[in-house]
């Protein structure tokens, strides 16, 4: 059974022979913060993420959203009158 198990599960580092480094209490403290704040700490001081994948491409109404808002403020507008009244007559 013990032969069956990965580095991960014998408690040391996968790959090596030495065991897992503790955290000192800062360092836990730290952790805890950023955990409870949500960010990374990538995302703390600053650095590039890397980008997430996309889950391939936007959605239709996403897409007219942004050739909407590529359209002149008038045509922008009259857009919003019709969508406005398509959603009222859709909610009676």
């Known amino acids: 059974m013990i032969g069956e198990l ?3 599960h014998m408690g040391e580092q996968p790959g090596t022979r030495e065991p897992p480094r503790r955290l ?3 360092q836990e403290g730290a952790d805890r913060t950023l955990t409870a704040l949500g960010v990374s700490v990538e995302e703390l ?3 590039p993420q ?3 994948r996309r889950r391939g491409p936007a959605p239709k109404l996403q897409q007219h959203l942004e050739r909407i808002s590529q ?3 008038a045509k ?3 857009v919003m ?3 406005e009244s398509v959603l ?3 909610s009676r």
Do not use: K
């Open 81 to 83: 009158e019709v969508l």
């Open 88 to 90: 009222a007559q859709a």
């Open 45 to 47: 001081i600053g650095e």
């Open 24 to 26: 000192t209490r800062r």
């Open 76 to 78: 922008q507008r009259f």
């Open 71 to 73: 359209l002149p403020r």
């Open 6 to 8: 990965g580095d991960e």
């Open 50 to 52: 890397a980008r997430t």
